[in-house]
């Protein structure tokens, strides 16, 4: 019978037990070599692959210092140079070791590979991490840096910066106080959002309406013009981009921002009217069948036109659910 063998199994743990089983032999007395992991495939399985070996028949395929050990010769001291030879018939030669500069090797300086005998490296990564402490310049107790220190008047102190750099960061820039500071903010910025984005001929109109849900004053933008589809884009993902910059923009220029919408070419309206629509035919459909509704994943404002437009419904109320993009509204019964 052989005394070695590859074996294969569902996982590790079956292959080493179907290679003990045909050896004959157990745990302590084998030798295992995980040759493959299982893995999964598209279609299929990858299996395990082992090798189970006899420790006796071991011994012949080490080298010469691997069998020292095996026959419990003691091992040289940790410390001892495994560069210097013992032998009296060669001539000792001095240790190698190893540069700082680490310069070129002739051939004259180590000679010939068959002229040496192999060497062995041990605890050479730990011995080099500690010289490496050892020789590291000691670190000046004043010394700050690498630590995280937050001073207690830094934030405020952050915040004033900030301020004034930002009052400072165009002196043309005005204080918005009032409403219509906050319109000509906002009007001009977007007017030179789209000269840079070279659209001509367009007019921009602005309205004031009030937040029933949140109490406050909206201020809406219209974009008039033709050939404005480009700036509307794929579902809206062109207008919500600007959208969103102009709101960025405004939080810069103007202190108290107010409550901004954006539409162009009335796409807005148009999408609004349609989804007011279908939350009511919904919120009909709950009260028809007696069971709550959740809607498809929908933005913010998209969620917020669905609150509005059944926050007086006689029958229903509105959740909205879910975290991220999956966030939706849920139509239930009172």
């Not at 102190?157 to 918005?176: F, G, L």
């Not at 009511?280 to 709950?286: F, G």
Request: aromatic share 4%.
């Amino acid at each position: 019978m052989s005394d070695s063998g590859e074996f294969s199994g569902r996982t590790i743990d079956d292959a080493i037990a179907e290679g003990l089983h045909v050896l004959g032999l157990t745990r302590a007395e084998a030798d295992i070599e995980v040759l493959q992991h299982p893995r999964r495939k598209f279609l299929g399985r990858v299996e395990a692959l082992v090798r189970v070996s006899r420790l006796d028949d071991l011994a012949g395929e080490l080298d010469f210092e691997d069998q020292q050990e095996v026959a419990g010769q003691p091992e040289p001291a940790a410390d001892e140079e495994w560069d210097d030879w013992d032998t009296e018939d060669e001539e000792a030669e001095p240790p190698l070791r190893e540069p700082q500069t680490a310069p070129i090797a002739t051939e004259q300086d180590t000679g010939t590979r068959s002229d040496r005998r192999p060497r062995r490296r041990r605890n050479r990564r730990g011995k080099g991490r500690q010289q490496s402490r050892e020789h590291r310049a000691p670190r000046d107790s004043g010394d700050d840096r690498g630590r995280r220190t937050l001073d207690p008047e830094t934030r405020s102190q952050r915040n004033a910066r900030e301020i004034v750099r930002t009052d400072a960061y165009d002196e043309s820039v005005p204080t918005p106080a009032d409403q219509e500071d906050n319109e000509r903010i906002a009007v001009e910025t977007l007017t030179r959002m789209l000269e840079y984005m070279g659209v001509e001929d367009f007019q921009v109109k602005r309205t004031w309406t009030t937040d029933a849900r949140e109490s406050a004053d909206r201020l809406t933008l219209f974009v008039e013009g033709r050939h404005l589809g480009r700036l509307i884009g794929r579902r809206g993902a062109t207008l919500q981009s600007m959208h969103w910059t102009l709101v960025s923009m405004m939080r810069r220029l103007a202190r108290d921002c107010p409550k901004l919408d954006l539409d162009i070419d009335s796409y807005q309206l148009k999408q609004d009217a349609a989804l007011q629509e279908q939350a009511r035919k919904t919120a009909n459909d709950v009260v028809h069948r007696g069971r709550p509704w959740e809607m498809e994943p929908m933005t913010k404002r998209q969620r917020w036109v669905v609150h509005v437009a059944l926050k007086d419904h006689p029958e229903v109320y509105t959740e909205s659910e879910g975290t991220g993009p999956d966030r939706r509204v849920v139509i239930l019964l009172k």
